[in-house]
Protein backbone atom coordinates (compact mmCIF):
# COMPACT_ATOMS: atom_id res chain seq x y z
CA UNK A 1 0.00 0.00 0.00
CA UNK A 2 1.74 3.04 -1.05
CA UNK A 3 -1.19 5.37 -1.58
CA UNK A 4 -0.58 8.85 -0.69
CA UNK A 5 -2.10 9.45 2.82
CA UNK A 6 -4.04 12.84 3.31
CA UNK A 7 -2.22 14.96 5.84
CA UNK A 8 -4.78 17.02 7.21
CA UNK A 9 -2.54 18.93 9.15
CA UNK A 10 -1.32 20.63 5.75
CA UNK A 11 -4.56 21.14 4.42
CA UNK A 12 -6.05 22.35 7.51
CA UNK A 13 -3.80 26.05 7.15
CA UNK A 14 -5.25 25.90 3.53
CA UNK A 15 -9.06 25.71 4.55
CA UNK A 16 -9.07 28.87 7.01
CA UNK A 17 -7.18 30.84 4.88
CA UNK A 18 -9.71 30.14 2.39
CA UNK A 19 -12.38 30.40 4.93
CA UNK A 20 -10.43 33.89 6.33
CA UNK A 21 -10.39 35.10 2.71
CA UNK A 22 -14.17 34.23 2.01
CA UNK A 23 -14.97 36.37 5.48
CA UNK A 24 -12.68 39.22 4.41
CA UNK A 25 -14.52 39.84 1.44
CA UNK A 26 -18.23 39.22 2.75
CA UNK A 27 -16.87 42.23 5.49
CA UNK A 28 -15.85 43.85 2.48
CA UNK A 29 -19.07 43.39 0.92
CA UNK A 30 -20.92 44.85 3.58
CA UNK A 31 -18.93 47.99 4.33
CA UNK A 32 -19.77 48.73 0.84
CA UNK A 33 -23.75 47.81 0.82
CA UNK A 34 -23.95 50.15 4.85
CA UNK A 35 -22.16 52.91 2.82
CA UNK A 36 -23.76 52.49 -0.74
CA UNK A 37 -27.21 52.69 1.61
CA UNK A 38 -26.51 55.41 3.69
CA UNK A 39 -24.73 57.63 0.61
CA UNK A 40 -27.96 56.92 -1.18
CA UNK A 41 -30.40 57.95 2.15
CA UNK A 42 -29.09 61.32 1.84
CA UNK A 43 -30.59 61.72 -1.96
CA UNK A 44 -33.43 59.95 -1.44
CA UNK A 45 -37.06 61.60 -1.70
CA UNK A 46 -39.43 61.06 1.36
CA UNK A 47 -41.37 58.29 0.04
CA UNK A 48 -38.46 56.29 -1.40
CA UNK A 49 -36.99 56.29 2.44
CA UNK A 50 -40.10 55.13 3.62
CA UNK A 51 -40.05 52.41 1.34
CA UNK A 52 -35.94 51.29 1.55
CA UNK A 53 -36.75 51.14 5.50
CA UNK A 54 -40.14 48.51 5.18
CA UNK A 55 -37.96 46.79 2.29
CA UNK A 56 -34.74 46.24 4.71
CA UNK A 57 -36.77 45.45 7.76
CA UNK A 58 -38.63 42.49 5.75
CA UNK A 59 -35.61 41.69 4.07
CA UNK A 60 -34.87 40.51 8.00
CA UNK A 61 -37.31 38.43 8.05
CA UNK A 62 -36.25 36.88 5.03
CA UNK A 63 -32.88 36.22 6.20
CA UNK A 64 -34.24 34.25 9.15
CA UNK A 65 -35.80 31.95 6.81
CA UNK A 66 -32.18 31.81 4.38
CA UNK A 67 -30.60 29.98 7.76
CA UNK A 68 -33.88 27.78 8.39
CA UNK A 69 -33.62 27.49 4.44
CA UNK A 70 -30.25 26.37 3.98
CA UNK A 71 -31.05 23.61 6.45
CA UNK A 72 -33.56 21.99 4.61
CA UNK A 73 -36.57 23.50 6.43
CA UNK A 74 -39.02 26.27 5.41
CA UNK A 75 -41.59 28.08 7.71
CA UNK A 76 -44.69 28.53 6.09
CA UNK A 77 -45.57 30.74 9.20
CA UNK A 78 -42.99 33.11 10.03
CA UNK A 79 -45.26 36.31 10.25
CA UNK A 80 -46.00 34.43 13.78
CA UNK A 81 -42.50 36.38 14.74
CA UNK A 82 -43.18 39.49 12.85
CA UNK A 83 -46.46 39.48 14.02
CA UNK A 84 -45.05 39.57 17.52
CA UNK A 85 -42.30 41.88 16.82
CA UNK A 86 -44.55 44.57 16.08
CA UNK A 87 -47.39 43.80 18.49
CA UNK A 88 -44.40 43.66 21.64
CA UNK A 89 -43.87 47.50 20.03
CA UNK A 90 -47.19 48.36 19.68
CA UNK A 91 -48.83 47.09 22.85
CA UNK A 92 -45.73 48.46 24.93
CA UNK A 93 -46.03 52.15 23.28
CA UNK A 94 -49.55 51.49 24.22
CA UNK A 95 -50.32 49.89 27.57
CA UNK A 96 -46.78 51.31 29.23
CA UNK A 97 -46.26 54.45 27.26
CA UNK A 98 -42.91 53.38 26.36
CA UNK A 99 -41.50 54.99 23.03
CA UNK A 100 -37.28 54.89 22.78
CA UNK A 101 -36.77 53.30 19.31
CA UNK A 102 -33.82 50.77 20.87
CA UNK A 103 -35.39 49.25 24.00
CA UNK A 104 -38.60 48.60 21.47
CA UNK A 105 -36.49 46.72 19.08
CA UNK A 106 -34.58 44.70 21.98
CA UNK A 107 -38.04 43.80 23.28
CA UNK A 108 -39.86 42.37 20.19
CA UNK A 109 -36.71 40.02 19.59
CA UNK A 110 -36.52 39.28 23.11
CA UNK A 111 -40.88 38.52 23.04
CA UNK A 112 -39.96 36.23 19.14
CA UNK A 113 -36.87 34.77 21.14
CA UNK A 114 -39.24 33.71 24.33
CA UNK A 115 -42.03 32.05 22.06
CA UNK A 116 -39.71 30.64 19.84
CA UNK A 117 -37.59 28.62 22.27
CA UNK A 118 -40.67 27.48 23.91
CA UNK A 119 -42.54 26.19 20.39
CA UNK A 120 -38.52 24.93 18.97
CA UNK A 121 -38.86 22.01 21.71
CA UNK A 122 -41.70 20.85 19.71
CA UNK A 123 -40.87 21.92 15.93
CA UNK A 124 -37.44 20.87 15.85
CA UNK A 125 -38.70 17.74 15.47
CA UNK A 126 -40.44 17.56 12.75
CA UNK A 127 -38.81 18.13 8.66
CA UNK A 128 -40.22 19.45 5.44
CA UNK A 129 -43.55 19.35 5.28
CA UNK A 130 -44.39 18.97 9.06
CA UNK A 131 -42.37 21.78 10.17
CA UNK A 132 -43.54 23.91 7.22
CA UNK A 133 -47.50 23.42 7.58
CA UNK A 134 -46.91 23.26 12.22
CA UNK A 135 -45.43 26.85 11.67
CA UNK A 136 -48.55 27.84 9.66
CA UNK A 137 -50.80 26.39 12.18
CA UNK A 138 -48.97 28.30 15.10
CA UNK A 139 -48.98 31.84 13.22
CA UNK A 140 -52.76 31.47 12.50
CA UNK A 141 -53.10 30.67 16.00
CA UNK A 142 -51.67 34.02 16.88
CA UNK A 143 -53.95 35.75 14.03
CA UNK A 144 -56.96 34.32 15.38
CA UNK A 145 -55.98 35.67 18.85
CA UNK A 146 -55.18 39.11 17.44
CA UNK A 147 -58.38 38.90 15.50
CA UNK A 148 -60.71 37.76 18.40
CA UNK A 149 -58.96 40.23 21.56
CA UNK A 150 -60.39 43.73 21.80
CA UNK A 151 -57.57 44.56 24.07
CA UNK A 152 -55.25 43.76 21.47
CA UNK A 153 -56.84 45.79 18.85
CA UNK A 154 -58.87 43.62 16.95
CA UNK A 155 -59.07 43.10 12.94
CA UNK A 156 -58.70 47.42 13.18
CA UNK A 157 -54.92 46.90 15.02
CA UNK A 158 -53.89 49.85 16.26
CA UNK A 159 -51.61 53.00 16.01
CA UNK A 160 -47.72 53.22 16.62
CA UNK A 161 -46.95 56.45 17.53
CA UNK A 162 -43.19 57.85 16.05
CA UNK A 163 -40.63 56.25 18.38
CA UNK A 164 -37.74 58.60 20.40
CA UNK A 165 -34.55 57.96 20.13
CA UNK A 166 -32.63 57.40 23.94
CA UNK A 167 -32.83 60.79 25.26
CA UNK A 168 -34.07 62.66 21.71
CA UNK A 169 -36.67 63.45 19.98
CA UNK A 170 -36.70 63.42 16.52
CA UNK A 171 -39.23 66.22 14.78
CA UNK A 172 -41.62 64.31 12.49
CA UNK A 173 -39.74 65.36 9.30
CA UNK A 174 -36.78 63.71 10.35
CA UNK A 175 -38.43 60.89 11.63
CA UNK A 176 -38.94 58.82 8.97
CA UNK A 177 -34.94 59.14 7.86
CA UNK A 178 -33.89 58.44 11.76
CA UNK A 179 -35.90 55.49 11.13
CA UNK A 180 -34.18 54.19 8.08
CA UNK A 181 -30.27 54.82 9.57
CA UNK A 182 -31.94 52.30 12.89
CA UNK A 183 -32.92 49.79 10.05
CA UNK A 184 -29.43 50.21 8.18
CA UNK A 185 -27.84 49.74 11.34
CA UNK A 186 -30.40 46.88 12.59
CA UNK A 187 -29.88 45.21 8.81
CA UNK A 188 -25.61 45.76 9.04
CA UNK A 189 -25.59 43.44 12.70
CA UNK A 190 -28.27 40.72 11.23
CA UNK A 191 -26.32 40.20 8.24
CA UNK A 192 -22.48 40.66 10.11
CA UNK A 193 -23.77 38.33 12.55
CA UNK A 194 -25.50 35.36 10.56
CA UNK A 195 -22.51 35.78 8.08
CA UNK A 196 -20.01 34.84 11.06
CA UNK A 197 -22.65 32.02 12.51
CA UNK A 198 -22.48 30.57 9.15
CA UNK A 199 -18.76 30.67 9.12
CA UNK A 200 -18.71 28.92 12.68
CA UNK A 201 -18.65 25.15 13.37
CA UNK A 202 -22.16 25.20 14.51
CA UNK A 203 -23.25 27.65 11.05
CA UNK A 204 -21.15 25.12 8.66
CA UNK A 205 -23.83 22.45 10.49
CA UNK A 206 -26.64 23.90 8.33
CA UNK A 207 -26.22 22.74 4.55
CA UNK A 208 -24.79 19.12 6.28
CA UNK A 209 -28.12 18.68 7.93
CA UNK A 210 -30.04 19.46 4.92
CA UNK A 211 -27.87 17.12 3.17
CA UNK A 212 -27.96 14.31 5.25
CA UNK A 213 -29.21 14.61 9.18
CA UNK A 214 -28.44 11.33 9.64
CA UNK A 215 -24.57 11.26 8.96
CA UNK A 216 -24.51 14.69 11.01
CA UNK A 217 -25.75 12.69 13.72
CA UNK A 218 -23.41 9.85 13.63
CA UNK A 219 -20.38 12.63 13.66
CA UNK A 220 -21.76 13.42 17.12
CA UNK A 221 -23.53 16.65 16.35
CA UNK A 222 -26.76 17.39 18.40
CA UNK A 223 -28.82 17.96 14.77
CA UNK A 224 -32.42 18.72 16.89
CA UNK A 225 -30.58 21.01 19.45
CA UNK A 226 -28.37 22.81 16.08
CA UNK A 227 -32.29 23.28 14.41
CA UNK A 228 -33.49 24.61 17.87
CA UNK A 229 -30.88 27.29 17.50
CA UNK A 230 -31.53 28.08 14.09
CA UNK A 231 -35.02 28.48 14.45
CA UNK A 232 -34.56 31.17 17.49
CA UNK A 233 -32.22 32.84 15.59
CA UNK A 234 -34.76 33.00 12.68
CA UNK A 235 -37.23 34.05 15.09
CA UNK A 236 -35.06 36.80 16.37
CA UNK A 237 -34.35 38.69 13.12
CA UNK A 238 -38.04 38.52 12.31
CA UNK A 239 -39.34 39.99 15.46
CA UNK A 240 -36.80 42.88 14.86
CA UNK A 241 -37.96 42.76 11.17
CA UNK A 242 -41.43 43.43 12.66
CA UNK A 243 -40.48 45.58 15.71
CA UNK A 244 -38.69 48.15 12.65
CA UNK A 245 -41.98 47.87 10.34
CA UNK A 246 -44.50 48.79 13.25
CA UNK A 247 -42.47 51.86 14.10
CA UNK A 248 -42.08 53.11 10.04
CA UNK A 249 -45.35 51.82 8.71
CA UNK A 250 -46.86 53.56 12.13
CA UNK A 251 -49.94 51.51 12.21
CA UNK A 252 -49.94 47.41 13.02
CA UNK A 253 -52.56 45.20 12.34
CA UNK A 254 -53.45 41.27 12.65
CA UNK A 255 -52.79 41.01 8.34
CA UNK A 256 -48.94 40.80 9.89
CA UNK A 257 -49.22 37.70 11.21
CA UNK A 258 -51.64 36.13 8.71
CA UNK A 259 -50.68 33.12 6.16
CA UNK A 260 -50.47 35.58 2.94
CA UNK A 261 -47.60 37.81 4.73
CA UNK A 262 -46.10 34.26 5.75
CA UNK A 263 -46.33 33.11 2.24
CA UNK A 264 -44.74 36.98 1.00
CA UNK A 265 -41.62 35.71 2.96
CA UNK A 266 -41.19 32.15 2.04
CA UNK A 267 -41.76 34.14 -2.07
CA UNK A 268 -39.23 36.41 -1.08
CA UNK A 269 -36.82 33.55 0.10
CA UNK A 270 -37.31 31.79 -3.10
CA UNK A 271 -36.88 34.59 -5.69
CA UNK A 272 -33.63 35.40 -3.61
CA UNK A 273 -32.06 32.04 -3.32
CA UNK A 274 -29.81 30.98 0.06
CA UNK A 275 -26.19 31.76 -1.98
CA UNK A 276 -25.70 34.85 0.13
CA UNK A 277 -26.58 36.71 3.09
CA UNK A 278 -27.36 39.68 0.65
CA UNK A 279 -29.50 37.53 -1.07
CA UNK A 280 -32.27 38.53 0.66
CA UNK A 281 -32.36 42.56 0.68
CA UNK A 282 -32.06 41.91 -2.81
CA UNK A 283 -34.71 39.87 -3.07
CA UNK A 284 -36.84 42.15 -0.44
CA UNK A 285 -36.30 44.92 -3.11
CA UNK A 286 -37.25 43.38 -6.06
CA UNK A 287 -40.71 42.17 -4.53
CA UNK A 288 -41.39 45.67 -3.16
CA UNK A 289 -40.92 47.05 -6.76
CA UNK A 290 -42.60 44.09 -8.33
CA UNK A 291 -45.72 45.24 -5.55
CA UNK A 292 -45.54 48.76 -6.45
CA UNK A 293 -46.14 47.95 -9.84
CA UNK A 294 -48.67 45.46 -9.84
CA UNK A 295 -51.07 47.59 -7.67
CA UNK A 296 -50.43 50.13 -10.10
CA UNK A 297 -51.12 47.93 -13.03
CA UNK A 298 -52.64 44.90 -12.39
CA UNK A 299 -54.65 45.75 -8.59
CA UNK A 300 -56.97 42.91 -8.98
CA UNK A 301 -54.38 40.19 -10.00
CA UNK A 302 -51.82 40.54 -7.25
CA UNK A 303 -52.23 36.86 -6.47
CA UNK A 304 -51.84 35.76 -9.92
CA UNK A 305 -48.99 38.03 -10.04
CA UNK A 306 -47.34 36.10 -7.08
CA UNK A 307 -48.42 32.58 -8.18
CA UNK A 308 -47.07 32.60 -11.45
CA UNK A 309 -44.34 34.20 -10.61
CA UNK A 310 -43.44 31.85 -8.10
CA UNK A 311 -43.65 28.93 -10.35
CA UNK A 312 -41.56 30.06 -13.11
CA UNK A 313 -38.65 30.85 -10.41
CA UNK A 314 -39.31 27.55 -9.16
CA UNK A 315 -39.03 24.99 -12.78
CA UNK A 316 -36.22 27.86 -14.44
CA UNK A 317 -34.63 29.54 -11.63
CA UNK A 318 -34.56 27.12 -8.56
CA UNK A 319 -31.54 28.81 -7.09
CA UNK A 320 -33.14 32.41 -7.36
CA UNK A 321 -32.05 35.59 -8.37
CA UNK A 322 -28.56 35.31 -6.91
CA UNK A 323 -27.77 32.59 -9.11
CA UNK A 324 -27.31 34.85 -11.96
CA UNK A 325 -24.15 36.86 -10.01
CA UNK A 326 -22.79 33.14 -8.94
CA UNK A 327 -23.17 31.95 -12.28
CA UNK A 328 -22.04 35.07 -13.90
CA UNK A 329 -18.37 34.54 -11.61
CA UNK A 330 -17.93 30.78 -12.19
CA UNK A 331 -17.89 32.07 -16.06
CA UNK A 332 -15.31 34.69 -15.54
CA UNK A 333 -13.26 32.74 -13.62
CA UNK A 334 -10.59 30.79 -15.78
CA UNK B 1 -77.98 16.38 29.20
CA UNK B 2 -79.42 18.52 26.18
CA UNK B 3 -76.14 20.17 26.10
CA UNK B 4 -74.61 16.44 25.64
CA UNK B 5 -76.84 15.52 22.67
CA UNK B 6 -76.09 19.29 21.23
CA UNK B 7 -72.68 18.46 21.75
CA UNK B 8 -72.54 15.32 20.15
CA UNK B 9 -74.63 15.86 16.73
CA UNK B 10 -72.85 19.56 16.16
CA UNK B 11 -69.32 17.68 16.49
CA UNK B 12 -70.91 14.74 14.69
CA UNK B 13 -71.75 17.22 12.01
CA UNK B 14 -69.19 19.53 12.28
CA UNK B 15 -66.50 16.26 11.98
CA UNK B 16 -68.03 15.10 8.66
CA UNK B 17 -67.96 18.54 7.11
CA UNK B 18 -63.87 18.22 8.05
CA UNK B 19 -63.89 14.87 6.95
CA UNK B 20 -65.46 15.42 3.41
CA UNK B 21 -62.66 18.03 2.79
CA UNK B 22 -60.23 16.64 4.37
CA UNK B 23 -59.94 12.95 2.53
CA UNK B 24 -59.23 14.18 -0.58
CA UNK B 25 -55.81 15.87 1.00
CA UNK B 26 -55.01 12.70 3.04
CA UNK B 27 -55.51 10.23 -0.21
CA UNK B 28 -53.01 12.43 -2.51
CA UNK B 29 -50.94 12.58 0.12
CA UNK B 30 -51.06 8.99 0.70
CA UNK B 31 -50.42 7.97 -3.07
CA UNK B 32 -48.70 10.74 -4.24
CA UNK B 33 -46.61 11.94 -0.94
CA UNK B 34 -47.70 15.76 -2.50
CA UNK B 35 -49.02 17.74 0.21
CA UNK B 36 -51.87 19.83 -2.26
CA UNK B 37 -52.27 23.33 -0.44
CA UNK B 38 -54.14 23.69 -3.69
CA UNK B 39 -57.09 21.77 -2.46
CA UNK B 40 -58.29 24.93 -0.74
CA UNK B 41 -58.23 26.33 -4.04
CA UNK B 42 -60.58 23.24 -5.03
CA UNK B 43 -62.36 23.88 -2.18
CA UNK B 44 -63.63 27.21 -3.55
CA UNK B 45 -63.90 26.86 -6.31
CA UNK B 46 -66.35 23.77 -5.55
CA UNK B 47 -68.09 26.48 -3.80
CA UNK B 48 -68.60 28.72 -6.02
CA UNK B 49 -69.45 26.67 -8.46
CA UNK B 50 -71.92 25.40 -6.61
CA UNK B 51 -73.55 27.91 -5.41
CA UNK B 52 -73.44 30.24 -9.10
CA UNK B 53 -75.43 27.17 -10.79
CA UNK B 54 -77.74 26.66 -7.94
CA UNK B 55 -78.97 30.49 -7.80
CA UNK B 56 -78.97 29.73 -11.62
CA UNK B 57 -80.94 26.94 -11.62
CA UNK B 58 -83.43 28.10 -8.92
CA UNK B 59 -84.01 31.54 -10.89
CA UNK B 60 -85.33 29.50 -13.91
CA UNK B 61 -87.67 27.87 -11.64
CA UNK B 62 -86.84 24.24 -12.10
CA UNK B 63 -88.05 21.13 -9.81
CA UNK B 64 -85.96 21.85 -6.72
CA UNK B 65 -84.98 18.48 -5.76
CA UNK B 66 -82.47 18.07 -8.90
CA UNK B 67 -80.18 21.18 -7.43
CA UNK B 68 -78.98 18.10 -5.32
CA UNK B 69 -77.75 16.49 -8.16
CA UNK B 70 -76.23 20.17 -9.53
CA UNK B 71 -74.00 20.22 -6.34
CA UNK B 72 -72.54 16.81 -6.54
CA UNK B 73 -72.19 18.05 -10.63
CA UNK B 74 -70.78 21.14 -10.09
CA UNK B 75 -67.80 19.44 -7.72
CA UNK B 76 -67.57 17.10 -10.57
CA UNK B 77 -66.73 19.32 -13.45
CA UNK B 78 -64.30 21.33 -11.17
CA UNK B 79 -62.63 18.55 -10.01
CA UNK B 80 -61.80 16.97 -12.99
CA UNK B 81 -60.98 20.01 -14.87
CA UNK B 82 -58.91 21.47 -12.10
CA UNK B 83 -57.32 18.08 -11.40
CA UNK B 84 -56.52 17.40 -14.63
CA UNK B 85 -54.81 20.57 -15.94
CA UNK B 86 -53.14 20.95 -12.40
CA UNK B 87 -51.58 17.35 -12.19
CA UNK B 88 -50.75 16.72 -16.43
CA UNK B 89 -50.02 20.69 -16.94
CA UNK B 90 -47.89 21.11 -13.32
CA UNK B 91 -46.98 18.76 -11.03
CA UNK B 92 -46.02 15.76 -13.18
CA UNK B 93 -42.84 18.09 -14.04
CA UNK B 94 -41.92 18.45 -10.35
CA UNK B 95 -41.70 15.04 -9.22
CA UNK B 96 -38.86 14.22 -7.45
CA UNK B 97 -38.07 17.29 -6.36
CA UNK B 98 -37.37 18.79 -2.90
CA UNK B 99 -40.94 18.08 -0.98
CA UNK B 100 -41.13 21.78 -0.10
CA UNK B 101 -40.57 23.06 -3.32
CA UNK B 102 -43.42 20.81 -4.41
CA UNK B 103 -45.47 22.26 -1.56
CA UNK B 104 -44.71 25.69 -3.52
CA UNK B 105 -46.13 24.62 -6.54
CA UNK B 106 -49.36 23.87 -5.18
CA UNK B 107 -49.07 26.61 -2.93
CA UNK B 108 -48.69 29.15 -6.53
CA UNK B 109 -51.31 27.26 -7.73
CA UNK B 110 -53.61 28.12 -4.98
CA UNK B 111 -52.65 31.64 -5.32
CA UNK B 112 -53.92 31.34 -8.81
CA UNK B 113 -56.85 29.51 -8.15
CA UNK B 114 -57.97 32.14 -5.47
CA UNK B 115 -57.00 34.43 -7.90
CA UNK B 116 -59.45 32.90 -10.92
CA UNK B 117 -62.10 33.10 -8.34
CA UNK B 118 -61.95 36.42 -7.47
CA UNK B 119 -61.85 37.36 -11.31
CA UNK B 120 -64.48 35.25 -12.51
CA UNK B 121 -67.47 35.69 -9.48
CA UNK B 122 -65.97 38.93 -8.15
CA UNK B 123 -66.10 40.08 -4.66
CA UNK B 124 -70.10 39.39 -3.69
CA UNK B 125 -71.22 37.28 -1.82
CA UNK B 126 -73.08 34.50 -3.43
CA UNK B 127 -75.66 33.13 -0.98
CA UNK B 128 -77.26 29.54 -2.22
CA UNK B 129 -79.51 28.97 1.05
CA UNK B 130 -82.19 26.61 -0.85
CA UNK B 131 -81.31 23.12 -1.09
CA UNK B 132 -80.25 23.55 2.89
CA UNK B 133 -83.71 25.43 3.10
CA UNK B 134 -85.58 22.71 1.40
CA UNK B 135 -84.48 19.82 3.85
CA UNK B 136 -86.37 21.66 6.82
CA UNK B 137 -85.44 19.82 10.65
CA UNK B 138 -85.96 17.70 12.94
CA UNK B 139 -85.80 17.88 16.66
CA UNK B 140 -83.69 15.73 18.31
CA UNK B 141 -84.10 15.79 22.54
CA UNK B 142 -86.19 18.73 21.60
CA UNK B 143 -83.59 20.69 19.57
CA UNK B 144 -84.23 21.23 15.90
CA UNK B 145 -81.29 20.29 13.74
CA UNK B 146 -81.10 21.20 10.26
CA UNK B 147 -81.82 17.95 8.11
CA UNK B 148 -79.45 19.28 5.41
CA UNK B 149 -76.60 19.27 7.84
CA UNK B 150 -77.39 15.35 9.41
CA UNK B 151 -77.52 14.48 5.71
CA UNK B 152 -73.74 15.74 5.04
CA UNK B 153 -73.25 12.93 7.95
CA UNK B 154 -74.35 10.73 5.32
CA UNK B 155 -72.64 11.81 2.85
CA UNK B 156 -69.34 11.57 4.49
CA UNK B 157 -70.27 7.95 6.03
CA UNK B 158 -70.90 6.71 2.60
CA UNK B 159 -67.14 8.74 0.97
CA UNK B 160 -65.67 6.73 4.02
CA UNK B 161 -67.13 3.49 3.33
CA UNK B 162 -66.76 3.55 -0.47
CA UNK B 163 -63.32 4.73 0.16
CA UNK B 164 -61.74 2.22 2.75
CA UNK B 165 -63.99 -0.40 0.73
CA UNK B 166 -62.09 0.46 -2.46
CA UNK B 167 -58.64 0.38 -0.92
CA UNK B 168 -58.93 -3.07 0.58
CA UNK B 169 -61.29 -5.16 -2.07
CA UNK B 170 -61.06 -3.64 -5.71
CA UNK B 171 -58.26 -4.12 -7.42
CA UNK B 172 -57.44 -0.42 -8.19
CA UNK B 173 -57.60 -0.02 -4.66
CA UNK B 174 -54.86 -3.29 -4.29
CA UNK B 175 -52.70 -1.74 -7.26
CA UNK B 176 -53.14 1.75 -4.91
CA UNK B 177 -51.71 0.46 -1.75
CA UNK B 178 -49.46 -1.45 -3.69
CA UNK B 179 -47.80 1.77 -4.80
CA UNK B 180 -48.49 3.40 -1.41
CA UNK B 181 -46.40 1.12 -0.01
CA UNK B 182 -43.49 0.93 -1.96
CA UNK B 183 -43.74 2.86 -5.49
CA UNK B 184 -40.43 1.57 -7.00
CA UNK B 185 -41.03 -1.77 -6.72
CA UNK B 186 -44.95 -0.91 -7.89
CA UNK B 187 -43.00 0.23 -10.47
CA UNK B 188 -40.77 -2.63 -11.09
CA UNK B 189 -43.76 -4.77 -11.25
CA UNK B 190 -45.68 -2.95 -13.99
CA UNK B 191 -47.99 -0.79 -12.60
CA UNK B 192 -48.49 2.18 -14.26
CA UNK B 193 -47.84 4.88 -11.70
CA UNK B 194 -48.37 8.30 -13.76
CA UNK B 195 -51.63 6.89 -14.50
CA UNK B 196 -52.65 6.32 -11.34
CA UNK B 197 -51.29 9.38 -10.20
CA UNK B 198 -53.73 11.34 -12.33
CA UNK B 199 -56.60 9.25 -11.29
CA UNK B 200 -56.01 10.11 -7.59
CA UNK B 201 -55.54 13.52 -8.05
CA UNK B 202 -58.55 13.86 -9.79
CA UNK B 203 -60.48 11.98 -7.94
CA UNK B 204 -58.55 14.49 -4.55
CA UNK B 205 -59.75 17.43 -6.60
CA UNK B 206 -63.27 16.18 -6.86
CA UNK B 207 -63.10 15.24 -2.89
CA UNK B 208 -62.55 18.81 -2.14
CA UNK B 209 -64.80 20.37 -4.84
CA UNK B 210 -67.61 18.17 -3.48
CA UNK B 211 -66.21 19.95 0.57
CA UNK B 212 -66.88 23.51 -0.91
CA UNK B 213 -69.92 22.00 -2.74
CA UNK B 214 -71.71 20.51 -0.11
CA UNK B 215 -70.58 23.67 1.84
CA UNK B 216 -72.40 26.77 0.02
CA UNK B 217 -75.43 25.95 0.83
CA UNK B 218 -74.62 26.23 4.71
CA UNK B 219 -72.43 29.66 4.60
CA UNK B 220 -72.59 32.46 2.33
CA UNK B 221 -69.56 31.62 -0.40
CA UNK B 222 -67.33 34.87 -0.15
CA UNK B 223 -63.82 35.66 -1.33
CA UNK B 224 -61.14 33.79 1.08
CA UNK B 225 -63.15 30.80 2.27
CA UNK B 226 -60.55 28.26 1.25
CA UNK B 227 -57.50 29.53 3.17
CA UNK B 228 -59.22 28.28 6.98
CA UNK B 229 -60.33 24.82 5.04
CA UNK B 230 -56.86 23.93 4.08
CA UNK B 231 -55.10 24.55 7.01
CA UNK B 232 -57.64 22.93 8.94
CA UNK B 233 -57.87 20.06 6.55
CA UNK B 234 -54.29 20.05 7.39
CA UNK B 235 -54.80 19.85 11.11
CA UNK B 236 -57.02 17.11 10.98
CA UNK B 237 -55.06 14.88 8.34
CA UNK B 238 -51.95 15.48 10.99
CA UNK B 239 -53.73 14.24 13.93
CA UNK B 240 -54.65 10.99 12.26
CA UNK B 241 -51.61 10.48 10.39
CA UNK B 242 -50.82 11.65 6.51
CA UNK B 243 -51.54 9.44 3.94
CA UNK B 244 -54.30 7.39 5.82
CA UNK B 245 -58.25 7.43 5.39
CA UNK B 246 -59.03 5.68 8.53
CA UNK B 247 -56.67 8.26 10.90
CA UNK B 248 -58.96 11.32 9.05
CA UNK B 249 -62.00 9.76 10.21
CA UNK B 250 -60.60 9.63 13.41
CA UNK B 251 -59.03 12.87 13.57
CA UNK B 252 -62.13 14.58 12.12
CA UNK B 253 -64.17 13.02 14.72
CA UNK B 254 -61.67 14.07 17.52
CA UNK B 255 -61.35 17.76 16.40
CA UNK B 256 -64.91 18.04 15.52
CA UNK B 257 -66.56 16.78 18.72
CA UNK B 258 -63.92 18.99 20.79
CA UNK B 259 -64.86 22.18 18.33
CA UNK B 260 -68.68 21.54 19.47
CA UNK B 261 -67.58 20.84 23.09
CA UNK B 262 -65.31 24.42 23.37
CA UNK B 263 -68.69 26.12 21.78
CA UNK B 264 -70.74 24.89 23.90
CA UNK B 265 -68.88 24.45 27.43
CA UNK B 266 -65.65 27.41 26.94
CA UNK B 267 -66.68 29.42 23.38
CA UNK B 268 -63.50 31.99 24.40
CA UNK B 269 -61.44 28.95 23.91
CA UNK B 270 -63.13 27.58 20.17
CA UNK B 271 -60.09 28.58 18.18
CA UNK B 272 -57.87 27.44 20.02
CA UNK B 273 -58.99 23.70 20.46
CA UNK B 274 -58.47 22.46 17.05
CA UNK B 275 -54.75 23.41 17.69
CA UNK B 276 -54.58 22.76 20.90
CA UNK B 277 -55.60 18.75 20.06
CA UNK B 278 -53.15 19.06 16.96
CA UNK B 279 -50.22 19.75 19.21
CA UNK B 280 -51.44 17.71 21.92
CA UNK B 281 -51.98 14.58 19.94
CA UNK B 282 -48.21 15.33 18.00
CA UNK B 283 -46.46 15.70 21.68
CA UNK B 284 -47.72 11.98 22.34
CA UNK B 285 -47.55 10.60 18.79
CA UNK B 286 -45.52 12.65 16.41
CA UNK B 287 -46.61 11.56 13.05
CA UNK B 288 -50.18 11.18 13.87
CA UNK B 289 -52.21 8.37 15.66
CA UNK B 290 -52.32 6.58 12.45
CA UNK B 291 -49.20 6.83 11.07
CA UNK B 292 -46.84 4.40 10.39
CA UNK B 293 -43.30 4.36 11.13
CA UNK B 294 -40.36 5.49 8.74
CA UNK B 295 -37.23 3.64 8.86
CA UNK B 296 -34.41 6.45 8.61
CA UNK B 297 -32.48 6.14 5.51
CA UNK B 298 -29.48 7.53 4.84
Redesign the interface.
Given at each position: MDSPKPDRRSTLPLILAAAGKEAARRDLALLLFVVGLMAASLTMPGWAVYLVTVMLARGLVVLGLLLLWRTGLMSFGQALYYGIGAYAVGLTQKYLGLREAFSLLALGIVAAVLVAIALGFLLRQYRDIFFAMLSLAFSMILYGALVKSETLGSTDGFAVLTPHFLAWTPGTASAQYDLLLLCIAAVASGIYLVGRYLASPMGHLTTAIRDNEIRVEYLGFPVRRAIHVKYVLAAALSGAGGALVALAVGHIDPDMSYWTTSGEFVFVTILAGSGSVFAPFLGSAIFEILRTYATDYAPYSWQMVLGVSLLLLILFMPNGVWSLFRARRKAAAP | MVTAVTIFVDGLVYAAWLFIVAVGLTLIFGVMKV?NVAHGGFYSMGAYAAAWSVGIYFDAGLAPAGSFLLLALSAVVVGVVLGLVLERG?LR??YGR????V???T??????L???V??IWGVDAYPAYQPSALLGSTAIAGLPFNNYELLLVVVAAAIGLALTWGLARTRLGKLLRAVIFDREMAVAFGIDVARLFTGTFVVGAILGALGGAVTAPTISVVPGIG?EVI?LA??VV?IGGLGSVMGTILGALIVGLARAAAVHLLPEVE??VI?GV??LV??LR?RGLFAQAQP???
Open positions: - | LLFVDDILVLVYAAFLIENLLLVVFAVLFYMSLIPRRI
